[in-house]
């Protein structure tokens, strides 16, 4: 806030076009931090994702030869990229999509962790395919971790195949799994990161995308840009939020607090093992799934519960309650917290016995055909 108001009284917004003391070192900041050789700075997560598809199919058409027009971006069936239309051409979640056609073209999709199906489909596509875009850990499909050893088997397959990794870690990067990136957990080094959501301190939008040269200067002057990627106050912010994620350890504060955190979690479901399906999670990035057979409402339902119990936590799909508290929660704030959550379960759960409407037909995903949402 300190950095939001010093600079608001000195420059907000300049021309990309022209120098400005800010961003430069934001610049050298970023890059340095996670060993890039340049950033192009966005505003939104979503304008990240189009950037990085950009960058991606530019690459894909000036280095691997691609022909042209004919690009395409592999990604995760439950992905969750923004909401643009590219960021909507890859998601498998019919409510994302409905009424929002015709999609872009040029993508295929795969099952998230599988890595046999993601060779096949590099085998079978690779000399079109520029770029793997995925969240090393998917957030919105529920906090999904993919198996150990994912992560360095995609950098395998695509160093062999000559195709982008291109890590989304808008959500799960900047210490909320307990590590920098999520990334770090497998020391794996994507071609492209992609950062968002904390970048701006939960101040303002403040995106970016990481790249070396060989990728990055693909795209020239004049070629792709953004009134306000990378303004002054934007820059300041940004430079504060890295500071402060640096210099508080927020990394080995989620892990830890996360570990804490997933000890009450854990009780919790000893205590109600009949709807407490599962409880996973890294650092402070957590997701409760519960048993849809069991549970007599749903997420959404617990998670207004929650709240009249002053703890705001957000449904994803019918049966996950998703916990992803600030990193300066207090340990008391999380036993507090998980408190809510069991008294929810106990108290409140037996009288809402509200009837469940009948299953309404699901649809299955117009991707894969199955039927990851309901
Ligand atoms: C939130 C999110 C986005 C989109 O970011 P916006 O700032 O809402 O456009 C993209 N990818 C992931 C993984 C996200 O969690």
Known sequence: MKALQEQAEKLTLSSRAFYNDKFPVFAERLTSMFGYDMVLPMNTGAEGVETALKLARKWGYVKKKISIDEAIIVSCCGCFHGR???????????????GFGPLLPGHLKVDFGDITALEKIFKESGDQIAGFLFEPIQGEA????????????V????????????????????????????SDWEEVRPDMVILGKALGGGVIPVSAVLADKEVMLCIQPGEHGSTFGGNPLASAVAIASLDVIRDEKLAERSAHLGEELRQ?????QQQFPNYVKEVRGRGLFNAVEFDKTALPVSAYDICLKMKERGILAKPTHDTIVRLTPPLSISSNELQEGSKALHDVLELDLPKMRKPKPADAPATPCHRCGRNLYG
């Open 84 to 98: 643009t239309l590219a960021a909507i051409s890859m998601s498998c979640d019919n409510e994302a999509i409905r």
């Open 142 to 153: 529920g906090v999904i971790i993919p198996p150990d050893g994912y992560l360095k088997a």
């Open 155 to 182: 950098r395998d397959l695509c160093s062999k195949y000559n195709i982008l990794m291109i890590a989304d870690e808008i959500q799960s990067g900047l210490a909320r799994s307990g590590r920098m990136l999520a």
């Open 264 to 268: 009450h979690l854990f009780k919790i």
